[in-house]
């Protein structure tokens, strides 16, 4: 007897495997299309991208670090300006703050925020907390 069912379920796993397929020689063909495609993306949705990406930034305070990097990477002078402040701090030249610029912090671990990455000696010491804030303000 034929199983109207059977048949259904086995045409439905024909085809799938079928469009499994197709939809994967179409990746296979358009990897490229696909970069380019996200490249147009985010030009055209740049704000939305990077108010998602600040937004999962905050939720993900671990990733911080590797963006720190990738930003590090993308901004040499930064790079260049905290190096030449860290040397001077070991020098002795400069010495930390021990409190946060911002009022009624009292945070310890505080970083050198440069206002001017021209002027590497010239930071506000603010805690770690404020100065992802102002990073992402
Ligand atoms: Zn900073
Ligand atoms: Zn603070």
Excluded at 29 to 34: A, Q, R
Excluded at 81 to 90: C, G, M, T, V
Excluded at 132 to 137: A, C, F, R, S, Y
Aim: hydrophobic share 25%; with cysteine.
């Amino acid at each position: 007897m034929f199983d109207k069912k059977e048949y259904r379920k086995n045409y439905y796993l024909k085809n799938r495997d079928k469009v499994l397929a197709k939809s994967k020689e179409w990746y296979q063909g358009n990897k490229e299309h696909k970069a380019a495609y996200d490249l147009e993306y985010y030009k055209n949705n740049k704000e939305r991208v990077d108010e998602r990406s600040r937004k999962y930034r905050n939720d993900h305070p671990e990733i911080s670090l590797e963006c720190l990097r990738r930003a590090r990477a993308k901004f040499p002078e930064k790079d260049r300006a905290r190096h030449i402040l860290n040397y001077q701090i070991e020098k002795g030249e400069i010495t930390k703050s021990c409190s946060c610029i911002i009022e009624g912090c009292d945070r310890t671990d505080l970083h050198g925020h440069h206002n001017d990455y021209n002027k590497p000696l010239e930071v506000d010491w603010v805690c770690a907390k404020h100065h992802h804030e102002i990073h992402t303000l």
